[in-house]
C-alpha cells in the first residue's frame, strides 16, 4: 500500500498501487505525470517540494503551459503570472513558430506529453523554447522516453506536407515528401483525438538531453528519484520528468541591496593634529570594514538560498551559511 497526499490538491490517499497514466487522486484525478510536473516546478522555483496550495502569490514569476490539465493550471494560474497556451485554440502558441516579441520574458515553461507530437524537426520546438525563456529561465518536461542508451525513434522523419484522412473507417497520413513522391502511414497513434495529438516520435533520454544542450540549455537533469508523499511512483518503463534550464533559478536574481552604512560621527578637531589624523583614518577604515561586512552578508544570504545548499542542508552534507 502507497499513503501519499496529493500535491496539486492536498487530497490523502492510499492505493495498491500507483500508475504512471491513469487518475490516482481522488480528490482533483491527477495522475503521476501531472504531480510530478508541478513536484518539479515547485522545486526549481522555490528550492523545495511543495503542494501547489502551498505555493506563495507570486505574479513576477511568469510562466506559460503548452496545453496544461486544467486541474493544475487554473489553480496556478493564482499563484503565479502563469498562461495556458494551446495549439488549437485561444491563447495561441505554436512552439514552433518564432515569437520575437516575447523572446527572453518567461521564467518557467511547463510541456506534459507535448513534445512527442511535435512534427520533425522537433529541435527547432526546444530553440524556440529556450529563446522565450529569460536568462534564468526553465522548461519541465514530461515525454514518452526510453532508455538512456536507446535512439529517439522518429516514425515519420520525412514530413513535409501532409495531412491525415479517413479511409474506410481508419485514418491515414498522407505526406508529400520534398521531392514531391508520396508516401502513405497506416496505424497511428493518437493522444486523447485526431491531428495535432499524432505521436510522431518516441524519445530516448539521451536523445532528448542532447537535442535539449544543443538548443542552448546549460543543464538537463531527469528526476530519477520517486517522491511518494506525493504520490510520485515510477512503476515500468515510463518517461522520467526532466528540467532544462538555462541557468538555475534564481542564479542571476539581484542580491539584497547592501544597507549604506551610518554616517560616521567625525570627533572634533583637537590640540593635537597627529591625533586628529589617526582618529579620522581609524574612522574611514571602520567604514570601509563595515560596507564590506554588509556586501559580504548579502552575498551569503543569497548563497544560502540556492537549491543545492539546501539540499546538502537536507542530507546532513556541505556548510551551513545560515
Given at each position: 500500500m502507497i499513503s501519499f497526499t496529493c500535491n496539486i490538491c492536498g487530497t490523502s490517499n492510499t492505493l495498491e498501487q500507483v500508475p504512471w497514466e491513469p487518475s490516482t487522486c481522488?480528490?482533483?484525478?491527477?495522475?503521476?505525470?501531472?504531480?510530478?510536473?508541478?513536484?518539479?516546478?515547485?522545486?526549481?522555483?522555490?528550492?523545495?517540494a511543495r503542494p501547489l496550495p502551498e505555493f506563495?502569490?507570486?505574479?513576477?514569476?511568469?510562466?506559460?503551459?503548452?496545453?496544461?490539465?486544467?486541474?493544475?493550471?487554473?489553480?496556478?494560474?493564482?499563484?503565479?503570472?502563469?498562461?495556458?497556451?494551446?495549439?488549437?485554440?485561444?491563447?495561441?502558441?505554436?512552439?514552433?513558430?518564432?515569437?520575437?516579441?516575447q523572446y527572453g520574458t518567461y521564467d518557467f515553461i511547463l510541456s506534459s506529453d507535448v513534445f512527442e507530437h511535435v512534427a520533425p524537426p522537433v529541435e527547432r520546438a526546444f530553440a524556440e523554447a529556450f529563446r522565450l525563456l529569460k536568462p534564468h529561465g526553465f522548461m519541465c518536461i514530461t515525454v514518452p522516453s526510453s532508455a538512456a542508451d536507446e535512439d529517439t525513434i522518429e516514425y515519420y522523419p520525412s514530413l513535409h506536407e501532409y495531412s491525415i484522412v479517413e479511409l474506410g473507417g481508419e485514418h491515414v497520413l498522407v505526406n508529400r515528401k520534398p521531392d514531391g513522391s508520396i508516401e502513405t502511414y497506416r496505424d497511428l497513434e493518437f493522444h486523447g483525438g485526431i491531428g495535432a495529438t499524432l505521436v510522431m516520435r518516441q524519445f530516448s533520454q539521451r536523445d532528448m538531453a542532447r537535442?535539449?544542450?544543443?538548443?542552448?540549455?546549460?543543464?538537463?537533469?531527469?528526476?530519477?528519484?520517486?517522491?511518494?508523499?506525493?504520490?510520485?511512483?515510477?512503476?515500468?518503463?515510463?518517461?522520467?520528468?526532466?528540467?532544462?534550464?538555462?541557468?538555475?533559478f534564481g542564479a542571476v536574481r539581484p542580491a539584497a541591496a547592501v544597507?549604506?552604512?551610518?554616517?560616521?560621527?567625525?570627533?572634533?578637531?583637537?590640540?593635537?593634529?597627529?591625533?586628529?589624523?589617526?582618529?579620522?583614518?581609524?574612522?574611514?577604515?571602520?567604514?570601509?570594514?563595515e560596507r564590506t561586512v554588509a556586501a559580504l552578508e548579502s552575498q551569503l544570504r543569497v548563497a544560502a538560498d540556492s537549491r543545492w545548499l539546501k539540499l546538502g542542508r537536507r542530507l546532513g552534507l556541505g556548510p551551513n551559511l545560515r
Open positions: 481522488s480528490g482533483c484525478g491527477s495522475n503521476v505525470r501531472m504531480r510530478a510536473l508541478i513536484y518539479l516546478l515547485s522545486a526549481e522555483l522555490f528550492g523545495s506563495p502569490r507570486d505574479k513576477k514569476i511568469k510562466g506559460f503551459g503548452l496545453s496544461d490539465d486544467l486541474l493544475y493550471a487554473v489553480p496556478l494560474a493564482e499563484k503565479v503570472d502563469y498562461t495556458n497556451t494551446f495549439y488549437d485554440r485561444k491563447p495561441y502558441l505554436d512552439i514552433t513558430e518564432p515569437h520575437p516579441d537535442q535539449l544542450r544543443d538548443a542552448g540549455f546549460s543543464e538537463v537533469t531527469f528526476q530519477a528519484d520517486p517522491a511518494e508523499r506525493f504520490g510520485i511512483v515510477f512503476e515500468g518503463p515510463w518517461g522520467r520528468p526532466v528540467v532544462a534550464r538555462k541557468q538555475q544597507p549604506a552604512p551610518e554616517p560616521v560621527a567625525v570627533p572634533p578637531p583637537t590640540a593635537n593634529p597627529e591625533l586628529a589624523s589617526q582618529m579620522s583614518r581609524l574612522h574611514n577604515e571602520k567604514a570601509a570594514l
